[in-house]
């Protein structure tokens, strides 16, 4: 079964950086649009950042000007650089992606999410 694996999460002191990175575990024929999204305890899960195949931009308030999202297509991964990071960028941190597989089916995956935490 494809599913998609992330990995860059851990503790950070603030002001330091984490890159978080994002690939399907298993062979597919494309990636379309791939995104950031996190979930704070108590908050909504909220968009941090969306990049389409063309890599075409897309940034929560909170995170422009510190973050970049990229991709490389030959990889089919998606990376979030984090900088200057805040207590409050605190999170689980999930990658999506639509992905198309060798069935020919389009669907939107979903990571298992890892842990970002920012220190005072």
């Known amino acids: 079964q494809v599913r998609l694996v992330e990995s860059g999460g851990g503790l950070v002191q603030a002001g330091g950086s984490l890159t978080l990175s994002c690939a399907p575990s298993g062979s597919i024929v494309s990636a379309n649009n791939m995104g950031w999204y996190r979930q704070a305890p108590g908050k909504q899960r909220e968009l941090v950042a969306t990049?389409?195949?063309?890599?075409?931009?897309n940034y929560a308030d909170s995170a422009k000007g510190r973050f970049t999202i990229s991709r490389d297509n030959v990889k089919n991964t998606v990376y979030l650089q984090m900088n200057s990071l805040k207590p409050e960028d605190t999170a689980v941190y999930y990658c999506a992606a639509d992905l198309r597989i060798w069935s020919g089916v389009q669907s939107t995956y979903w990571g298992q999410g890892t842990q970002v935490t920012v220190s005072s």
């Open positions: 990049i389409t195949r063309g890599a075409n931009t």
